[in-house]
């Protein structure tokens, strides 16, 4: 499976921006697809995750401001993030777990394919 992150960029406090990660892969509706971030001298962080029956799961820190949606027909899944603060900088990195049970991980390690990275950096 090959992931391809894309829309980051610089932004304002409290604007919005959509990340997009496509995949390749026959199964694409049966994985559950997570996104990540790391920030300079940070570990990674997860930041949500929806599994293949559609539920979705976020950290706490952007839960209410950030939303996870796939669409399995075109291979991707979205990241549509608002009212960003500062502390939203960071790499943001897609993942996918191919065989992820009925509750998706929110661990690194249960992520089997990551994408290259996409940069978002917020400006306060």
């Known amino acids: 499976v090959q992931l391809v992150e894309s829309g980051g960029g610089l932004v304002q406090a409290g604007d919005s921006l959509r990340l997009n990660c496509e995949a390749s892969?026959?199964?694409?509706?049966?994985?559950?697809l997570g996104w990540f971030r790391q920030a300079p001298g940070k570990e990674r962080e997860f930041v949500a995750t929806?599994?293949?029956?559609?539920?979705?799961y976020y950290g706490d820190s952007v839960k209410d401001r950030f939303i996870i949606s796939r669409d399995n027909a075109k291979s991707t899944v979205y990241l549509q993030m608002n009212d960003l603060k500062s502390e939203d900088t960071a790499i943001y990195f897609c993942?996918?777990?191919?065989?992820?049970?009925?509750?998706?991980?929110?661990?690194?390690?249960?992520?089997?394919?990551w994408g290259q990275g996409t940069q978002v950096t917020v400006a306060s």
């Open positions: 929806i599994n293949y029956d559609l539920k979705t």
């Open positions: 892969g026959r199964t694409f509706s049966a994985y559950a």
């Open positions: 993942a996918c777990d191919v065989f992820p049970g009925p509750l998706p991980g929110r661990g690194p390690d249960r992520y089997d394919f």
